[in-house]
């Protein structure tokens, strides 16, 4: 490969692939990422927890309301 003065793809190049090999080696040692957690109802679902049980409801595990789906009349 011939570079004129002044010419820095192949360097550009080159640097990008010790790059990618660095942090390709990097990703490999196991360093995974710790499981998401279940987040905890909000206060505003503890409060309305009680009127959304007697309507048939729950409090999901990461927050938030859910009523099971109705079969169609």
Do not use: N, Y
Request: proline residues 14%; hydrophobic residues 40%.
């Amino acid at each position: 490969m011939l570079m004129k003065e002044g010419d820095m793809s192949g360097w550009t190049r080159l640097a990008g692939m010790a790059l990618l090999a660095g942090l390709s080696a990097c990703a490999e040692i196991g360093h995974t990422p710790p499981p998401p957690q279940a987040r905890q109802p909000s206060v505003l679902d503890r409060a309305v927890a009680p009127a959304v049980k007697q309507l048939g409801g729950r409090i999901a595990p990461q927050g938030g309301i859910e009523f099971p789906a109705q079969p169609p009349r």
